[in-house]
């Protein structure tokens, strides 16, 4: 059973349209919640963490919050070098606190 | 600002041969991952590293993969007999242990024919 969904798998927004990105968990016990970035054959960067439900973070357009059940990754007047596929993962409690398990990511395509 | 890196960027080799993957973690970080993606497929955890020895690993990670600190700044993974379904993205990733944030590295494309 995944852990972690991602919703939707593709996002096509314009420059200025804001929206956001859910990303629904099946963890008992979260230890904690992570938003990535990844940009098109690169490695994830970190952007989030998340530990308890009603925390939020925010980074320049991008706004993180959590709930008992997801997370959103919300975008605000996003801009064209907002384009990236945003991971969410989640630290999988059952088998060692180290281990991330991620999402299949949303692809976001802001157009100018 | 600190960050992990990964050699070579790109790997090409024939089946059954065997690769090394190397990779220097941020410097005063003392936890070690492997990670792989293939192509179009999520992130998937490989293992994970910590005070010289494996701390965890996953199902993927069997008696063809092995990890090594050979010295004080590389970490490495190798795979000693490559399969077809070996070739992925390999990202290497680093944490200082207090909160978990893994910082990634910009990965190696293994291409196995």
């Known amino acids: 059973e995944d852990q972690v969904t991602q919703s939707p798998e593709a996002l096509r927004l314009q420059e200025g349209e804001s929206s956001s990105l859910n990303c629904s968990y099946t963890?008992?016990?979260?230890?904690?919640l992570f938003w990535y970035r990844q940009d098109p054959g690169k490695g994830p960067e970190f952007l989030f963490t998340l530990y308890s439900a009603g925390e939020e973070k925010e980074k320049e357009r991008l706004k993180a919050t959590l709930t008992k059940k997801e997370s959103f990754l919300h975008i605000t007047a996003p801009k064209p070098e907002d384009s990236a596929t945003y991971l969410c993962a989640v630290q999988d409690p059952g088998t060692g606190f180290q281990k991330l398990v991620f999402g299949t990511g949303t692809r976001l395509l802001v157009s100018p | 600002e600190p960050e992990v890196t990964q050699t070579p960027s790109h790997q090409v080799t024939q089946m059954g041969q065997e690769v090394i993957l190397r990779c220097v973690p941020i410097s005063n970080h003392l936890y070690f991952y492997w990670y792989r993606q293939i192509l179009g497929q999520k992130v998937e955890f490989l293992v994970s590293f910590y005070n010289n020895e494996i701390s965890e690993k996953s199902e993927i990670f069997d008696d063809q993969f092995s990890v090594e600190r050979p010295d004080g700044s590389n970490f490495t993974l190798k795979i000693r007999s490559t399969k077809l379904e070996d070739s992925a993205m390999y990202f290497c990733a680093s944490s200082d242990g207090t909160n978990n944030e893994q910082f990634f590295g910009p990965g190696t494309r293994l291409t196995v024919l």
């Open positions: 963890v008992s016990g979260l230890r904690g």
